[in-house]
């Protein structure tokens, strides 16, 4: 793509007439058109003023190798350090998570295994009376009533309860299922990157 064909597009897309983008620079409108025709071509400061109202560099601009910023090689290069950052980042998350998450779970069910918890375990006690009037028997009254005793049990749910772990314990839940979904989605990110490399070769 050339120059002109450049300013062209940029002022087409800004909705831009020749003579509006030349009273922009301050040059005649013959200008703009000798530039987009490629009859001419502006002189440094008319470039950069372009360059800067246009927001994109001069080698895009004076390169009519580049169709974009992005192809420019520097910008490229630095595209690709800034992705390949990222992706190490959601990586690492990604084992934070999963790490955390399935240590945290694992340790609540080892102890929840070996270390007995005190619960308060209901005992239902009934009681009759027998009430006898002129010899004739009365139905029994019957009485029931609740007791509650201490009792040692080892189990994941008494174990979560008795030390408040709701929070905690759902937390972790979701800290394990979010690092295995992100693992299984770089997973399947990966798998499709190496295919794409074997079908290219």
């Excluded at 295995?180 to 770089?186: C, F, S, V």
Aim: aromatic residues 8%; charged residues 20%; proline residues 3%.
């Amino acid at each position: 793509m050339t120059f002109g064909n450049k300013i062209q597009k940029l002022r087409k897309e800004r909705g831009l007439s020749q003579d509006a983008l030349a009273e922009l620079l301050c040059v005649s409108r013959q200008a703009i058109s000798k530039w987009e025709l490629g009859e001419a071509m502006p002189d440094i400061s008319n470039a950069i003023q372009l360059s800067q109202f246009f927001h994109v560099s001069l080698d895009f601009l004076m390169n009519d190798e580049y169709t974009s910023d992005a192809d420019i090689p520097a910008v490229k290069e630095t595209e690709q350090n800034e992705k390949s950052r990222l992706n190490k980042r959601v990586h690492i998350l990604t084992y934070v998570l999963l790490i955390t998450g399935a240590v945290g779970l694992l340790s609540i069910f080892i102890l929840s295994s070996l270390v007995p918890v005190t619960v308060m375990q209901p005992i239902l006690e009934t009681q009759s009376d027998i009430n006898i009037v002129e010899q004739n028997e009365e139905p029994a009254e019957t009485t029931e009533e609740v007791y509650y005793v201490q009792k040692e049990v080892i189990g994941l749910t008494p174990f979560i309860s008795s030390y408040h772990l709701e929070v905690v314990f759902v937390f972790l839940c979701i800290m394990t299922i979010s690092g295995a979904a992100m693992w299984l989605n770089n997973r399947r990110k990966f798998q499709a990157k190496e295919q794409d490399e074997r079908s290219n070769t």
